[in-house]
């Protein structure tokens, strides 16, 4: 599966922004999605996961209750929309997979090591 990550950009403390994950080469259906960012001289780290079974959805806790991930079906896309920015969520944002159909968000879904299908990054900036 091939993804691709978009929908970054500038925006003030506070504000909204929805990032996509489109997916080509084969169906989300069979692929837990990792979200996951990367600020400057900084370590990627995990800001959410999405089951692509059991319902099951997990975010990192400073972004618990303002971040939301989603799944279009139709359009084999997920969403993380991204709500009440601040300053320390500016980084690029990057969507991926495990290497094969991995259908389930691991106990320790934020371990970058674990995911191999990797999405070009999108930026956001959160900035007056």
């Known amino acids: 599966v091939q993804l691709q990550a978009s929908g970054g950009g500038l925006v003030q403390p506070g504000g909204s922004l929805r990032l996509s994950c489109a997916a080509s080469?084969?169906?989300?259906?069979?692929?837990?999605i990792g979200w996951f960012r990367q600020a400057p001289e900084k370590e990627r780290e995990g800001v959410s996961c999405i089951s692509a079974v059991d319902g099951g959805i997990y975010y990192k806790d400073s972004v618990q209750g303002r971040f939301t991930v989603s799944k279009d079906k139709a359009n084999n896309t997920v969403y993380l929309e991204m709500n009440n920015l601040k300053a320390e969520d500016t980084a690029a944002y990057f969507c991926?997979?495990?290497?094969?159909?991995?259908?389930?968000?691991?106990?320790?879904?934020?371990?970058?090591?674990?995911?191999?299908?990797w999405g070009q990054g999108t930026l956001v900036t959160v900035s007056s």
């Open positions: 991926a997979t495990r290497a094969n159909r991995s259908p389930r968000c691991k106990t320790k879904w934020t371990l970058v090591a674990d995911y191999a299908n």
């Open positions: 080469g084969d169906s989300l259906d069979y692929y837990a």
